[in-house]
């Protein structure tokens, strides 16, 4: 657990697959926001239009295809 005082703790696969729903929430989200506009919901999330494919493929999200 985190508070056993173990400086790793809390960063297993529980957590990673944390981060990853939350990414993927993040990406949701900017998608709608912008009616699928990927160029735009990738300058929303503040990264690279590539990076934006390339987990969108990760999470089944679309194609995850550049136009």
Not at 4 to 11: M, N, Q, V
Not at 20 to 49: F, H, P, Y
Not at 59 to 66: F, N, R, S, T
């Amino acid at each position: 657990t985190p508070l056993s005082g173990d400086p790793g703790a809390g960063t297993g696969p529980v957590a990673r697959n944390q981060l990853e729903e939350s990414e993927r929430d993040a990406i949701v989200a900017a998608l709608k926001r912008t009616n699928n506009n990927r160029r735009e919901a990738a300058v929303q999330l503040g990264i690279a239009r590539s990076t934006l494919f390339d987990k969108m493929k990760k999470y089944g999200l679309g194609d995850g295809d550049e136009e």
